[in-house]
């Protein structure tokens, strides 16, 4: 089995910063894309940005300019460095890794999502 576990969310203040870790642990052989994904109440879970193994990244719109994906793959942990936070970037964070499990099979694995709340 794999597990992803994060860490890092919590209560901070228009315009503060927060730095969220997700490590998986395992079985693995390999992860390809890891990523976060956020869901606000009321709608759907969003993908934030996403970091391919050797490095390239993706970001929403919404946060492009504001958030930093990177990963360590001696680790296999992804992080995302969130500044400049706005009350709309208040939502539960999940991470996501394309792990493939000793025995060569995928899976598409989630954390089990960590509150991020932005307010004064």
Known sequence: QVQ??????GLVQPGGSLRLSCAASG??????????YRQAPGKERELVAVVARGGSTNYAGSVKGRFTISRD???NTVYVQMN???PEDTAVYYC??????LAMRPYDCWGQGTQVTVSS
Request: aromatic share 8%; charged share 20%.
């Open 84 to 86: 400049s936070l706005e």
């Open 27 to 36: 079985m693995i052989f390999s992860i390809n894309n890891m990523a976060w």
């Open 73 to 75: 793959n001696t680790k």
């Open 4 to 9: 992803l576990v994060e860490s890092g969310g």
């Open 96 to 101: 996501n890794a394309e792990v493939v499990d």
